[in-house]
């Protein structure tokens, strides 16, 4: 279980960025962040992550305090699939092995390579071993951002914007991949998206951010044109067709 409680963060005490956030998810949830540029969404993640310092709240995966541990121990739990996606100049079985680096002290152990193997076989990157992961596409780049979190073997997994460079097919591709990995693994997973439609289709449970405060949260009963409004200021009509909801904006 994912708590983050009463978040408070700024650069100074004058500008609060987040100002007592608060948002929780069970294992195999997905929860889905929303809301406008600059609202905190990225801010709240780096706290997550550790690459910032609250000022104020709780941050607890499965009870276990995320803000006083050490990144080795992090490592173990949160792992992260940014919106660019750099590789470095090593073949993709490297690339997915150095994520076990938290797991092992001198030289991965065969424990670290057999989970790395399975991976690369989950994810269908067989063919891709012995590649540089540099020369890869962008949707290629994609799955083995997610692979090598998944090498993790996290207990939340952290996406910021996942669908922004992909084509629509790569979108439905990995749009399944995050529900089987929820689903399949129970592992929590937190994205920030900014497509509604998106968000609604693959979110569990909902956080509508602004002004560095979650305004509304819950499941797809919160996601109504009332609370689209106050988050991002704008109009919108929802409507059903054949079962499926669809959210567009008004010009």
Do not use: W
């Amino acid at each position: 279980m994912l708590k983050v409680e009463n978040l408070a963060f700024g650069y100074t005490k004058k500008s609060p960025i987040l100002k007592g956030a608060s948002i929780s998810l069970e294992k195999g949830e997905i929860g889905v962040v929303l809301g406008p540029n600059g609202a905190g969404k990225s801010t709240l993640f780096k706290n997550i992550l550790g690459l910032l310092k609250p000022s104020a709240g709780v941050i607890e995966i499965d009870g276990k305090d995320m803000i006083n541990i050490t990144p080795r121990e992090r490592a173990k739990r949160i792992a992260y699939v940014p919106q660019s996606v750099d590789m470095p100049m090593l073949s993709v079985y490297e690339t997915i092995l150095a994520s076990r680096l938290p797991y092992y002290t001198f030289a991965p152990t065969k424990k670290d390579r057999e989970i790395v193997f399975n991976i690369i076989r989950e994810f269908g990157l067989e063919h891709y071993m012995n590649t540089m992961a540099t020369n890869l596409s962008g949707g290629e780049k994609q799955i083995v951002a997610i692979a090598r979190a998944m090498a993790q073997e996290p207990k939340v997994l952290i996406f910021d914007e996942p669908t922004s460079n992909l084509d629509i097919s790569r979108e439905l591709l990995l749009q399944d991949r995050v529900s089987k990995i929820a689903k399949n693994k129970d592992v929590t997973i937190l994205m920030a998206v900014h497509d509604l439609n998106l968000a609604y289709d693959i979110g569990d449970k909902f956080f509508f951010v602004k002004d560095g405060e979650v305004v509304a949260q819950g499941g797809k009963e919160v996601f109504t044109e009332e609370t689209i409004k106050a988050t991002f200021n704008r109009e919108c009509h929802i409507k059903e067709i054949d079962n499926q909801i669809y959210i567009k904006y008004v010009r």
